[in-house]
Structure formats: structure tokens, C-alpha cells
């Protein structure tokens, strides 16, 4: 476990949640994932983030149906010249959302480069959202074209599903992560549920 792992499972048990999920966020670089985790974090629009310098990372006390569940969030710089860092930050990671810039439909194309290293070097499974970020700037005649283009992504990767959203609006932003947190609570109460069969005397 790295130094920022042990760090989330600390503040997880110092503030007595039930589960600490990693989650892990990815995309090309610009398309707007740190300013989504600040207006999500903050529930501010902030306009003047730099580019982020190979990683940052969060956590955030949620409370879901009357659990309280540590995020551990995530922010990978999307800059090519990251790109051979990131490897190390998806270990450990249950989930993932990897953003493309709805007004810039060439991100899109880096979506899959994304996709197959969570399912490398987080688990082979990883359940990934594909988040649609600056809504708020897709000109309306388009929308009904990048929706199709997103959901056929969505179907030809095998993403668990897609989210539009503005951090300019507050648009679904809360919606994205709560999706995933929803997902990954259902996940852990059946992982749960399986009775280990005791074997015969
Ligand atoms: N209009 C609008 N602009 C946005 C939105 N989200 C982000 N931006 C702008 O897009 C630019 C890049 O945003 P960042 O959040 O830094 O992008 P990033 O994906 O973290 O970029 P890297 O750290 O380089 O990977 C900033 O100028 C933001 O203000 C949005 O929902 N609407
Ligand atoms: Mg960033």
C-alpha cells in the first residue's frame, strides 16, 4: 500500500466510515477533471486551475443510506508526458472515471489508452464511467451527435456508463461520483452476502 493509501484507510477509520473507496480519474489533459473534483470537493466553479503536475489526491467523507464512506479520489494529470507515471497511482483503485471534453470531440480518442491501463494496473474488471465534462459549452446542434458518439463508446469499450456534466453548471457533478459510489456500496454488500460454505465434518 503507498503512503497516500495508508493515509485515506487512517482518516477512514478516524472518522469511522464503513468502507474507503479509491477512485481514480483520468482523460486527456484539459478536459476539465480537477476542476470537476473542486466544484465537486468545494462546490465552487474555479476557472483558473493549471495543469496538474502528474498526480493530486483527495478524500472526502460521504454518507450514502446512513453509511459513511471515505472517497479517495484520484486526479491524474492528463499531459502525455505524465502518462508513464500513472500506472503506479491506479493500484489499488475500485473504480474509475475517465472524462472527455464534450466540446472537443479529438479527447474522446484518448479514452481508450485510459480504459486499458485501469483495467491493467487497477484490476481487469475495474467498473469505468465515461464522464463528459463542459456540457455548458457543447453547441445544442451537436449534443444529440456527441451523446451517440459517447454511448457508442460506452457500448464498444464496455463502460459501466456515460455522464455529461458542466462544473461551470454544477451539472451532474455530484451525480458522477454518487453513481460510483452507489455502484461500489451495492458491490461490497453482496461481496458480503456470500456464506463460505463450512466444509463437511
Ligand atoms: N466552460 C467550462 N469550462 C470548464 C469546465 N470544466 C473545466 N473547464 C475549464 O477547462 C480548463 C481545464 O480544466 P482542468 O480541470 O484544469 O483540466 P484537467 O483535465 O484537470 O487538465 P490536466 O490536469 O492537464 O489533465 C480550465 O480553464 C477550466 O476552467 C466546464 O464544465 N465548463
Ligand atoms: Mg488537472
Known amino acids: 500500500m503507498d503512503d497516500s493509501n495508508r493515509g485515506a484507510t487512517r482518516e477512514s477509520r478516524r472518522m469511522n466510515s464503513e468502507y474507503t473507496f479509491k477512485i481514480v480519474v483520468g482523460g486527456a489533459g484539459g478536459v476539465g477533471k480537477t476542476t470537476l ?4 470537493l468545494y462546490n465552487v ?5 493549471s495543469l496538474t503536475v502528474g498526480v493530486t489526491f483527495k478524500t ?19 499531459q502525455e508526458r505524465f502518462r ?12 474509475g472515471i475517465i472524462f472527455f471534453d464534450m466540446s472537443r470531440f479529438g479527447t474522446m480518442e484518448q479514452v481508450k489508452d485510459w480504459v486499458d491501463m485501469f483495467r491493467k494496473h487497477a484490476y481487469p474488471a475495474i467498473p ?15 449534443l444529440d ?8 463508446t460506452v457500448e464498444k469499450l464496455g463502460l459501466t456508463g456515460f455522464v455529461p456534466t458542466s462544473s461551470k453548471r454544477g451539472e451532474n457533478v455530484e451525480e458522477i461520483i454518487t453513481t460510483v459510489v452507489d455502484m461500489l456500496v451495492a458491490q461490497a454488500a453482496s461481496a458480503k452476502e456470500v456464506v463460505v460454505p463450512t466444509s463437511a465434518p
Open 84 to 95: 508513464f507515471l500513472q500506472p503506479t497511482f491506479c493500484q489499488g483503485a475500485r473504480a
Open 128 to 142: 469505468i464511467i465515461l464522464g463528459g465534462a463542459k456540457l455548458d459549452l457543447v453547441d445544442p446542434e451537436m
Open 60 to 78: 472526502k467523507e460521504v454518507t450514502r443510506n446512513g453509511q459513511k464512506i471515505t472517497l479517495a479520489l484520484w486526479d491524474l494529470g492528463g
Open 37 to 40: 473534483l473542486h466544484r465537486f
Open 45 to 49: 466553479f474555479k476557472t483558473d486551475t
Open 145 to 152: 451527435d456527441v451523446t451517440e458518439y459517447a454511448k457508442e
